[in-house]
């Protein structure tokens, strides 16, 4: 037993492919194909110094010193049995090789091995493969991949989720040059690239739903999923989804659409999904079709039927300008584009339906059990529910209060609709309300009151939420009552628990809770609820930064959104709270377009309000700031005014020092120095006069900048921002520290100190990331790259601008794109790579026109010493020729040329 592997040993898996099959279909040979199998394996282990100590079936277990051992081991078998002449079908066997800690134990059985994780990863590595396929786990791959192998290769072939394995695995096959190399995707449960949700139960019947829906999906862009609520038309979405993962390099990713109430979220949610963030003076719709263009992927757009003609623009958009895009749709009605086909979710067929009531009431009590005395009722149940999915499963879910026989006998007082007339689609969505209505009467008192209030919610709930907005007695048994029931569904969302309606339960609930005359009061203690979320206070500005609040808020955006929309209509007062409790996450996240169509809503509303001037003239000082950081300089000028008007009527100093030094900001973007000058003089003397520390930084930060623009007075500037800087940290102005820094590291820049430009610039990076906002991140590495560049470094910069290259593409700021291949390029012409330097520039010039995006000032300025000098350079012949080879490229294209280091 000495001489066996143990402490770090290699592990070889193998069995053959479809082996029960080829027993059938040979049932005189198979022996003596398994016999010559286990021959040739056997040899090949024990060649290698491996030992076999378990063999099931068809399957060996073999363990090695080494990896390079068992490589070899899997190499000479997979040969021999290429080569052997099966007498009448071939032994294709798959192989599995994976490296870890495992101790060598004798049992009952002989020698065997214990080390479970080790183990368990091998066979589930091993049975992700094919016929003829050699596996390797990341583990080995390292141990092999600096090994010299003579024509061996290993292919990654990506991060997988494997059965029973908590983390995903980078699986990598070995190639040999002697050896079939071409196999189908891996078998394995999921890979890195979707964000379908797992389900929690199983998915029932469906096969030839399945089936034909991913026929009619391979032929067709747009493939749309209809019928009433409730058929199950999201779940089938899901599982079509699930088997195209593997089909579609850049994943498959899931959109729902139930909670968004208002057409101009539908981008915003597709655009969150890929956390693609706003991007100043570019549609949100641009970006995400920049990002989605040169990918192949599968989009699913799930119930879209309330948001049909906004959703139809949107896909057929998206369709139009990314070819390698197909989306599935789920709706109760198509979106009627060009390109689409259309199928038809029926309702379960009578087996599938007696399957799926049996699971569920199973899973409801862990006792019932499908009788020759319960068979014919469950039937009934079935029929008279039509099959449909979630009918079937409220009335599941009762066989803890009633038998098969009593559910029944209800149904048919019940469902008097059922007994005439056809089987339209209405007539199914009846049966459903009146399914729910019959739930619905089932509950208690608690819980019915816990299920009308509950519906005010878009998008889920935690628990606490629910105690604040329905009560502490239908919060606690209510709304256990309601999950108990499967009428309310449980979900962990990132170690946390939260709780969601089926739309069409919610649907139904809001109702209910119209009828009752409770909805004006609910929908109050909702708007209440989400005011204490965004922590609103009057004297913070732009409301509180900390990461964890703003995941909170992130989580419950959907909820702000119905909030505000409630809010405005009917308290606008509050309107002008929330929104302001909101901004901290709006601008910290990059919700800026959407923010600003809040506060021109709310302003409108409450312009006839009086008595609210302070809240009105705060919200335009937000409204202000959201303007120049879109690019919209006039109208933020435009609200600066009238947020010193408004702060001035209601001795609001503070609001009045910030709206100063923004209208300082938006008229030097504008060129009116004269203006901007006494506007930021201004705000810091009211900061001053009334100890405002945080609007005193903001002051000082936009001092800082005009003298630095407008005068080039650099000690002054610099004294400024850092004054700005001290007083931001001290009074925790963390977000607005992150633009200070990058000002500072400016200023440092400009007189030689690149030490201090640099931590400043990581500083800012920093702050971004913590925050959740990779757009600052990736600016301020940028601008640290640019000053590095314009001292005199070559390597660090040329190395910050690729890294960065490919996430700017992912955010799909093609901009960004073309001022990094440019930087790229002057780099090159130093680096003595002229052709290649005019290759990116011609490629920038062309994504920039494509895009229509000008260069700044100081970009253009040294675009125009560089551009003429290389001309000069390479000779007017050999430069044009260089730059529509550039011109000709894509932007893919130009990106991998630019990360090329050879």
């Given at each position: 037993?000495?001489?066996?592997?143990?402490?770090?040993?290699?592990?070889?898996?193998?069995?053959?492919?479809?082996?029960?099959?080829?027993?059938?279909?040979?049932?005189?040979?198979?022996?003596?194909?398994?016999?010559?199998?286990?021959?040739?394996?056997?040899?090949?282990?024990?060649?290698?110094?491996?030992?076999?100590?378990?063999?099931?079936?068809?399957?060996?277990?073999?363990?090695?010193?080494?990896?390079?051992?068992?490589?070899?081991?899997?190499?000479?078998?997979?040969?021999?049995?290429?080569?052997?002449?099966?007498?009448?079908?071939?032994?294709?066997?798959?192989?599995?090789?994976?490296?870890?800690?495992?101790?060598?134990?004798?049992?009952?059985?002989?020698?065997?091995?214990?080390?479970?994780?080790?183990?368990?990863?091998?066979?589930?590595?091993?049975?992700?493969?094919?016929?003829?396929?050699?596996?390797?786990?990341?583990?080995?791959?390292?141990?092999?991949?600096?090994?010299?192998?003579?024509?061996?290769?290993?292919?990654?072939?990506?991060?997988?989720?494997?059965?029973?394995?908590?983390?995903?695995?980078?699986?990598?096959?070995?190639?040999?040059?002697?050896?079939?190399?071409?196999?189908?995707?891996?078998?394995?449960?999921?890979?890195?690239?979707?964000?379908?949700?797992?389900?929690?139960?199983?998915?029932?019947?469906?096969?030839?739903?399945?089936?034909?829906?991913?026929?009619?999906?391979?032929?067709?862009?747009?493939?749309?999923?209809?019928?009433?609520?409730?058929?199950?038309?999201?779940?089938?979405?899901?599982?079509?989804?699930?088997?195209?993962?593997?089909?579609?390099?850049?994943?498959?990713?899931?959109?729902?659409?139930?909670?968004?109430?208002?057409?101009?979220?539908?981008?915003?949610?597709?655009?969150?999904?890929?956390?693609?963030?706003?991007?100043?003076?570019?549609?949100?719709?641009?970006?995400?079709?920049?990002?989605?263009?040169?990918?192949?992927?599968?989009?699913?757009?799930?119930?879209?039927?309330?948001?049909?003609?906004?959703?139809?623009?949107?896909?057929?958009?998206?369709?139009?300008?990314?070819?390698?895009?197909?989306?599935?749709?789920?709706?109760?009605?198509?979106?009627?584009?060009?390109?689409e086909t259309v199928y038809r979710v029926p309702s379960l067929?009578?087996?599938?339906?007696?399957?799926?009531?049996?699971?569920?009431?199973?899973?409801?009590?862990?006792?019932?059990?499908?009788?020759?005395?319960?068979?014919?009722?469950?039937?009934?149940?079935?029929?008279?529910?039509?099959?449909?999915?979630?009918?079937?499963?409220?009335?599941?879910?009762?066989?803890?209060?009633?038998?098969?026989?009593?559910?029944?006998?209800?149904?048919?007082?019940?469902?008097?609709?059922?007994?005439?007339?056809?089987?339209?689609?209405?007539?199914?969505?009846?049966?459903?309300?009146?399914?729910?209505?019959?739930?619905?009467?089932?509950?208690?008192?608690?819980?019915?009151?816990?299920?009308?209030?509950?519906?005010?919610?878009?998008?889920?709930?935690?628990?606490?939420?629910?105690?604040?907005?329905?009560?502490?007695?239908?919060?606690?048994?209510?709304?256990?009552?309601?999950?108990?029931?499967?009428?309310?569904?449980?979900?962990?969302?990132?170690?946390?628990?939260?709780?969601?309606?089926?739309?069409?339960?919610?649907?139904?609930?809001?109702?209910?809770?119209?009828?009752?005359?409770?909805?004006?009061?609910?929908?109050?203690?909702?708007?209440?609820?989400?005011?204490?979320?965004?922590?609103?206070?009057?004297?913070?500005?732009?409301?509180?930064?900390?990461?964890?609040?703003?995941?909170?808020?992130?989580?419950?955006?959907?909820?702000?959104?119905?909030?505000?929309?409630?809010?405005?209509?009917?308290?606008?007062?509050?309107?002008?709270?929330?929104?302001?409790?909101?901004?901290?996450?709006?601008?910290?996240?990059?919700?800026?377009?959407?923010?600003?169509?809040?506060?021109?809503?709310?302003?409108?509303?409450?312009?006839?309000?009086?008595?609210?001037?302070?809240?009105?003239?705060?919200?335009?000082?937000?409204?202000?700031?959201?303007?120049?950081?879109?690019?919209?300089?006039?109208?933020?000028?435009?609200?600066?005014?009238?947020?010193?008007?408004?702060?001035?009527?209601?001795?609001?100093?503070?609001?009045?020092?910030?709206?100063?030094?923004?209208?300082?900001?938006?008229?030097?973007?504008?060129?009116?120095?004269?203006?901007?000058?006494?506007?930021?003089?201004?705000?810091?003397?009211?900061?001053?006069?009334?100890?405002?520390?945080?609007?005193?930084?903001?002051?000082?930060?936009?001092?800082?900048?005009?003298?630095?623009?407008?005068r080039r007075d650099l000690p002054l500037a610099k004294a400024?921002?850092?004054?700005?800087?001290?007083?931001?940290?001290?009074?925790?102005?963390?977000?607005?520290?992150?633009?200070?820094?990058?000002?500072?590291?400016?200023?440092?820049?400009?007189?030689?100190?690149?030490?201090?430009?640099?931590?400043?610039?990581?500083?800012?990076?920093?702050?971004?990331?913590?925050?959740?906002?990779?757009?600052?991140?990736?600016?301020?590495?940028?601008?640290?790259?640019?000053?590095?560049?314009?001292?005199?470094?070559?390597?660090?910069?040329?190395?910050?601008?690729?890294?960065?290259?490919?996430?700017?593409?992912?955010?799909?700021?093609?901009?960004?794109?073309?001022?990094?291949?440019?930087?790229?390029?002057?780099?090159?012409?130093?680096?003595?790579?002229?052709?290649?330097?005019?290759?990116?520039?011609?490629?920038?010039?062309?994504?920039?026109?494509?895009?229509?995006?000008?260069?700044?000032?100081?970009?253009?300025?040294?675009?125009?010493?560089?551009?003429?000098?290389?001309?000069?350079?390479?000779?007017?012949?050999?430069?044009?020729?260089?730059?529509?080879?550039?011109?000709?490229?894509?932007?893919?294209?130009?990106?991998?040329?630019?990360?090329?280091?050879?």
């Amino acid at each position: 037993m000495s001489n066996h592997p143990s402490g770090t040993v290699t592990f070889l898996f193998t069995d053959i492919e479809g082996s029960t099959k080829l027993a059938r279909e040979h049932p005189e040979q198979h022996e003596a194909l398994f016999a010559r199998h286990d021959s040739i394996l056997q040899a090949a282990i024990e060649s290698h110094d491996g030992f076999v100590f378990r063999i099931v079936g068809d399957s060996f277990s073999a363990a090695f010193h080494t990896a390079d051992e068992a490589l070899n081991a899997a190499l000479q078998a997979q040969r021999e049995l290429q080569k052997e002449p099966w007498p009448s079908a071939p032994v294709k066997v798959r192989m599995g090789i994976n490296t870890g800690s495992a101790q060598v134990k004798q049992d009952t059985s002989g020698t065997n091995y214990e080390g479970y994780a080790t183990l368990a990863l091998t066979q589930r590595v091993m049975s992700a493969g094919h016929g003829g396929q050699i596996l390797l786990s990341q583990t080995t791959y390292d141990l092999l991949k600096s090994q010299n192998f003579d024509g061996i290769g290993f292919l990654d072939l990506g991060e997988h989720k494997l059965k029973d394995i908590i983390d995903l695995e980078r699986i990598y096959q070995v190639n040999a040059p002697d050896l079939p190399s071409e196999f189908p995707p891996l078998k394995s449960l999921e890979t890195v690239k979707h964000n379908i949700p797992e389900q929690l139960t199983s998915f029932i019947g469906r096969e030839r739903e399945l089936k034909e829906s991913s026929e009619k999906l391979a032929s067709a862009r747009l493939l749309t999923l209809i019928g009433p609520g409730g058929t199950g038309k999201t779940r089938l979405s899901l599982q079509i989804a699930t088997s195209q993962i593997s089909k579609f390099k850049d994943g498959v990713w899931f959109v729902e659409l139930a909670p968004i109430s208002d057409l101009a979220f539908i981008v915003p949610a597709i655009a969150s999904v890929f956390e693609i963030r706003e991007v100043q003076n570019i549609p949100l719709i641009q970006l995400v079709v920049d990002y989605l263009r040169a990918k192949e992927l599968l989009l699913v757009l799930d119930n879209c039927e309330h948001l049909v003609e906004s959703s139809a623009q949107v896909a057929d958009q998206l369709l139009h300008e990314c070819p390698h895009l197909k989306i599935i749709v789920s709706s109760r009605e198509a979106l009627g584009i060009d390109g689409e086909t259309v199928y038809r979710v029926p309702s379960l067929k009578d087996d599938e339906a007696t399957r799926l009531f049996v699971e569920r009431a199973t899973k409801a009590d862990s006792r019932f059990k499908l009788t020759e005395s319960n068979a014919s009722f469950i039937a009934q149940i079935c029929s008279r529910l039509d099959g449909i999915p979630l009918a079937l499963e409220l009335a599941a879910a009762r066989v803890k209060m009633f038998t098969p026989e009593q559910i029944a006998a209800r149904l048919d007082d019940r469902f008097k609709l059922l007994t005439g007339g056809s089987r339209t689609a209405l007539a199914r969505q009846q049966t459903l309300r009146a399914l729910i209505d019959w739930s619905y009467q089932l509950l208690n008192e608690i819980e019915q009151r816990a299920l009308r209030g509950l519906s005010v919610f878009s998008g889920g709930w935690t628990f606490e939420a629910a105690e604040s907005v329905v009560g502490a007695d239908e919060a606690l048994d209510g709304l256990s009552g309601l999950v108990n029931k499967s009428l309310v569904i449980f979900e962990e969302q990132e170690g946390k628990s939260r709780y969601r309606f089926l739309e069409t339960i919610r649907q139904y609930a809001m109702e209910k809770l119209v009828e009752s005359g409770e909805a004006v009061a609910t929908r109050d203690r909702h708007l209440d609820f989400m005011l204490a979320v965004t922590e609103y206070s009057p004297t913070r500005m732009f409301g509180t930064e900390a990461s964890e609040l703003l995941d909170r808020i992130e989580s419950e955006h959907d909820n702000l959104r119905a909030a505000l929309e409630w809010a405005t209509s009917n308290h606008p007062e509050k309107a002008l709270m929330l929104a302001y409790g909101a901004a901290g996450f709006w601008v910290v996240r990059d919700y800026n377009n959407e923010a600003r169509t809040w506060c021109n809503a709310i302003l409108e509303r409450t312009e006839t309000l009086s008595g609210f001037d302070a809240e009105r003239g705060r919200l335009y000082s937000l409204l202000e700031w959201l303007c120049v950081t879109l690019g919209d300089h006039k109208m933020g000028r435009a609200a600066s005014e009238q947020a010193i008007a408004l702060a001035t009527k209601s001795n609001d100093f503070a609001t009045m020092s910030r709206a100063y030094g923004t209208l300082a900001l938006t008229s030097s973007f504008l060129g009116d120095f004269a203006s901007a000058f006494p506007a930021a003089e201004k705000a810091e003397s009211v900061a001053r006069d009334h100890n405002l520390i945080p609007e005193l930084s903001f002051a000082l930060s936009a001092r800082a900048q005009l003298e630095f623009i407008g005068r080039r007075d650099l000690p002054l500037a610099k004294a400024l921002i850092y004054e700005a800087v001290e007083l931001a940290h001290k009074a925790g102005f963390i977000w607005a520290s992150s633009f200070m820094d990058i000002g500072m590291a400016y200023i440092a820049a400009v007189v030689g100190d690149i030490d201090t430009a640099r931590a400043a610039f990581g500083r800012s990076a920093e702050t971004a990331k913590l925050l959740g906002n990779k757009r600052i991140a990736y600016s301020s590495q940028s601008e640290l790259a640019h000053v590095l560049r314009q001292h005199g470094e070559l390597d660090e910069p040329l190395a910050m601008y690729r890294d960065l290259l490919p996430k700017w593409k992912d955010l799909g700021h093609r901009a960004a794109v073309a001022h990094e291949l440019e930087c790229i390029a002057y780099i090159l012409v130093r680096k003595e790579e002229p052709e290649r330097a005019v290759n990116l520039l011609g490629a920038a010039d062309s994504l920039r026109e494509v895009i229509d995006s000008v260069m700044t000032k100081m970009e253009k300025e040294e675009y125009e010493q560089e551009v003429p000098a290389l001309r000069e350079l390479l000779g007017e012949v050999e430069f044009k020729k260089q730059w529509e080879l550039g011109r000709g490229m894509s932007m893919d294209e130009a990106i991998e040329l630019a990360l090329d280091l050879t």
